[in-house]
């Protein structure tokens, strides 16, 4: 019985209080330990290892003639899962959420804008005229796992409309994020591969358009599409994101047409006896048939964000986060070797993103060009906006991208999202933990 009640507890506590936020500091705390330990040597080898795909001669899995390493297969393949996932929110939130309402879509809009600019300001005066100068883009990012983990550990005490602010304003801010990956860090453009892709691309276009609404049809045309954007020349997490938008909004099947199904399928099903153990064909074909028109009434755009939600939140990022929050401490008289790099990684989120959020929310409400939000306050923004400095994902991803060639620039890169993430994560918790009502009723 104890035993059982442990397991239980165990259990609610997985639900309640291990968030995706939690998983990702604890994953990026051990990436960090081993990275700076005996075992470090070990840890960054196995990260080299090429990985391979092979149809006779030719490996799948590789990109100019070289084999993806495990690094490289993270970060361009299963990234692009993650980017995906990414474009089906984005769709979502341009058809029916936040910012399907242009109105309602200016504040989180401004506010992202913000959160962009100044965080590239403070990393630009810090770094102009200097190899550094190519990481401009890391502190630009908000990390929507990350911050709404953090978030979502005050419960009920967070008002909806905080959570649907916070929601927007991280989407607006992963278009930005996507927009300067696809014009700034592409390489040399194989135009046959290219057009390769816009043919996938227009099968997909096709597809939606003439009601093709099998899931698997658009997920193997986002494989088909990740590989030729890969060797191509643009950089293949892109094509997660155009595949999701090609992702059809639209269920197969209306709601009262699925109703009326259902009632008559009900009606065909013989009576049984609740201990019977088997079906007949006929009664396993009318059953299937309910099963078939219980996923046709959902879309597949739902669908597809319903099935990666977990194996993004739960999987993959938490692979990538061990994979790349891995960072080696050199140390001289016990004292970490923090460079320049760090310092305008660091100080881009947590001031930049603090200043550029708050000031163009702010404003705009000030002057009356905007209403406030009813869950909004200032102070509360304060706490938004510190939340947004939480970079992690998008910002280890694009230091990558930044310094992949610069291996101390990268590693200064990546203590600068840690300490950032950190210093704006633990700085926005307590904001909020004291502007938040204490329940419900306040």
Known sequence: MEKTKLNYSFISLLKHHINGGVILLIIAVLAMIIANTAWSDEYF?????????????????????????????????????????????????????????VKKAM??????????????????????????????????ATDIAFSLGILNLFGKRVPLGLK????????????????????????????GYLLASAAVLLVLVLGNATGVRKKYFYFIGFLFLWYFFMQSGIHATIAGVIAAFTVPATPQLQLKKYISRIHENIRLLPEKDDKSLHWSKYEIEILKSVESASDKVISPLQSFEDRLKHLVNYLIIPIFAFANAGIAITATNGIPAIGTVT??????????????????????????????????????????????GIGFTVSLFIANLSFGEYPELLNQAKLGVLLGTVISGIIGFLVLRHVLPRNLAE
């Open 45 to 101: 080898r196995f990260w080299g290892y090429p990985m391979r795909l092979q149809i006779g001669e030719y490996n799948l899995l590789s990109h100019g003639g070289e084999p993806l390493s495990l690094m490289g297969f993270i970060n361009d393949a299963l990234m692009a899962i993650f980017f995906f996932y990414v474009g089906l929110e984005i769709k979502r939130e341009l058809l029916i959420g936040e910012l399907s309402d």
């Open 107 to 140: 504040l989180p809009i401004s506010a992202a804008i913000g959160g962009m600019l100044f965080p590239m300001a403070i990393y630009y005066f810090i770094t102009m005229g200097t190899e550094a100068e190519r990481g401009l883009a890391i502190p630009m």
């Open 164 to 191: 649907i602010f916070l929601t927007a304003l991280a989407v607006v801010d992963d278009i930005g994020g996507i927009l300067v990956i696809a014009l700034f860090y592409s390489s040399h453009i194989s135009v």
């Open 343 to 388: 310092m305008a990684v660091a100080l881009g989120l947590v001031l930049g993103k603090l200043i550029g959020i708050f000031v163009f929310t702010a404003v705009p409400i000030v002057c009356k060009w905007i209403p406030m939000p009813n869950d909004l306050s200032y102070l509360r923004l304060a706490g938004i906006s510190l939340l947004g």
